[in-house]
């Protein structure tokens, strides 16, 4: 089983088992968290239904927290599904709610699932993306969200490239790769690089395209991240085309064609087929040129006939029925009607079975898509900890548990000692594995329901649920004495890390934001103290 799955579905069972136990209902919290689970799950009809039972609850109760989640997460589905108009609808009223609430994390979560509606191909509505996309950055700035910076920028280049405004979409990428360099997301970074590239191959610019090209494929292949090397690998031999170097972008583009059509994916098989076609043809290989562009045509006609079933299907169903009507009136004039009509209602059946076999296939491509996609928004890619906006909407949740049930909350506010240094000394590699022991101790240190995540470069955020300042305090002085205990002798010698940890009590009524804030604020002093050592 997909360890990333296993959360979701033992959150879906014990769900499940409570609503089965007789005398224990199910809380319409409870219910939100089943739809998620489903959804993780891949069960998007019982996610749906969940959704909307926990969309008529809050409604009912007028709990507006329980109200803009449901409407997020349906939202989400929606969008996952295709229903633009509908994802976008509950999206924004999920944005009025947080907003009126000041959810600051709920408000920047509606907003940026707006941002990727308006920035869809299906809506193209691309100066409003960008909009609602500059509005995110200039809050994660101020929040000093480094990743969210990143992703932010690149997303930006995304929609402006899309829109075809090349040089402000260039401009924004190398803001975008700048970002990711400063936080040591090589992997982020090579895939901008391949983004800056493909942009400057647009712009009839490739002698500068191919070393971006080059650097980022070397990457990918020294780290065995063969899916994204053959992306590169195609957008090489595109440009090698360009610059007239055909032999060299043949063997790139031959070797991303296979890869592509041995998993079967019709979109990049197909630009591999259309450049190959090209490449041959100036090679003088008029054979090959032949057969590849004959593929080539096949596959534009069966990519083509996917988005006309996407987006046109219920037009095509009352277009089939008016036509079999016809064809039936018809039929009924002419002496072999009978037999016309068997034959047509075979061709019928043995066309649908075909079209709900395509629909099949996409639909299971698309949740596991879209399972993959929600799992790497919600994970930091380095540690495998819960990302800025997991852990921060965790957060949120713990404080309006701890508020609703009178019980204490603590949060640590965890940074690496002279990280910096680290990097500049030994690497940025060395940086990267330093990060994912200390992660790694750090979370088997903690308690059972204590739960940590990568906010930043070197930042950590721990939340002690049920936990007043002074046990928040022996847990943190366990933290920081396991991370010194560390050996790291073997990355290099003499390399020592240690950790300094500020802790903050939770005080009603204060936000989340606040209380973020003066965990930072006792993290600075521990460091203006010394370092390597807990305040609060």
């Known amino acids: 089983m997909n360890p990333r799955l296993l959360l979701p579905l033992l959150i879906c069972v014990a769900v499940?088992?409570?609503?089965?136990?007789?005398?224990?209902?199910?809380?319409?919290?409870?219910?939100l968290d089943r739809g998620i689970a489903h959804e993780q799950a891949g069960r998007l009809e019982e996610a749906a239904h969940d959704y909307a039972a926990a969309l008529a609850a809050a409604t009912r109760s007028g709990d507006r927290a329980l109200l803009a989640d449901a409407l997020t997460h349906h939202a989400y589905l929606q969008y996952y599904r295709g229903d633009f108009n509908q994802a976008l609808t509950n999206v924004r009223r999920a944005y009025d709610l947080q907003t009126a609430a000041g959810n600051a994390v709920g408000r920047r979560e509606a907003l940026e699932l707006i941002a990727h509606l308006y920035a869809d191909g299906s809506v193209g509505q691309y100066d409003r993306a960008v909009e609602y996309y500059r509005q995110l950055l200039t809050e994660y700035e101020a929040a000093r969200g480094g990743t969210d910076i990143a992703d932010t920028q690149f997303n930006i280049g995304s929609t402006l490239e899309r829109k075809g405004d090349l040089a402000a979409a260039l401009e924004w990428y190398r803001r975008a790769l700048a970002s990711e360099e400063k936080?040591?997301?090589?992997?982020?970074?090579?895939?901008?690089?391949?983004?800056?590239?493909?942009?400057?191959?647009?712009l009839g610019r490739p002698e500068e395209a191919l070393p971006l090209l080059d650097q980022s494929l070397r990457f990918f292949l020294e780290t065995k991240d063969t899916e994204r090397?053959?992306?590169?690998?195609?957008?090489?031999?595109?440009?090698?085309?360009?610059?007239?170097?055909?032999a060299a972008a043949i063997a790139d583009l031959e070797e991303s064609r296979r890869w592509f059509a041995a998993r079967k994916n019709t979109r990049f098989l197909e630009k591999s087929e259309d450049e190959l076609a090209g490449a041959?043809?100036?090679?003088?290989?008029?054979?090959?040129?032949?057969?590849?562009?004959?593929?080539?045509?096949?596959?534009?006609?069966?990519?083509?006939?996917?988005?006309?079933?996407?987006?046109?299907?219920?037009?095509?169903?009352?277009?089939?029925?008016?036509?079999?009507?016809?064809?039936?009136?018809?039929?009924?004039?002419?002496?072999?009607?009978?037999t016309r009509i068997r034959r047509l209602q075979t061709v019928i059946l043995i066309l649908g079975a075909a079209i709900i076999l395509t629909l099949v296939f996409m639909a299971m491509r698309l949740v596991r898509d879209a399972r993959r996609m929600r799992a790497m928004a919600m994970t930091d890619e380095l540690t495998r900890l819960p990302n800025r906006r997991h852990i921060l909407a965790a957060a949120e949740e713990e404080l309006q548990r701890s508020a609703a049930g009178g019980e204490p909350f603590s949060i640590l506010a965890l940074d690496i000692d002279h990280f910096k240094r680290v990097n500049d000394t030994w690497g940025h590699a060395a940086g990267d594995i330093v990060l994912q022991r200390i992660a790694h101790a750090c979370r088997s240190a903690l308690r059972p329901n204590d739960r940590i995540g990568r906010t930043g470069g070197e930042e950590f955020t721990v939340l002690l649920p049920t936990t007043a300042q002074a046990a928040a305090l022996l847990v943190a002085e366990r933290l920081r004495a396991t991370v010194e205990s560390l050996d790291c002798g073997d990355i290099a010698p003499n390399l020592r890390v240690t950790i300094s940890i500020g802790a903050a009590e939770w005080q009603r009524p204060e936000t989340l934001a606040r209380l973020a804030a003066r965990a930072d604020e006792v993290l600075y002093r521990a460091k203006e103290e010394g370092r390597n050592r807990v305040a609060a």
């Open 280 to 338: 041959y043809a100036a090679a003088g290989r008029w054979h090959e040129a032949y057969e590849t562009r004959t593929r080539h045509i096949s596959l534009q006609r069966e990519l083509a006939e996917k988005l006309r079933v996407e987006h046109t299907s219920r037009l095509r169903v009352q277009f089939d029925a008016e036509k079999k009507e016809q064809e039936n009136r018809a039929l009924m004039r002419e002496a072999a009607a009978a």
């Open 16 to 31: 499940m088992l409570a609503a089965q136990s007789p005398g224990t209902p199910l809380s319409d919290r409870a219910v």
């Open 229 to 246: 090397a053959m992306v590169v690998r195609q957008s090489r031999g595109i440009v090698l085309r360009k610059l007239g170097r055909t």
């Open 183 to 202: 936080l040591g997301r090589r992997g982020e970074a090579a895939f901008v690089r391949r983004s800056i590239a493909v942009t400057l191959g647009k």
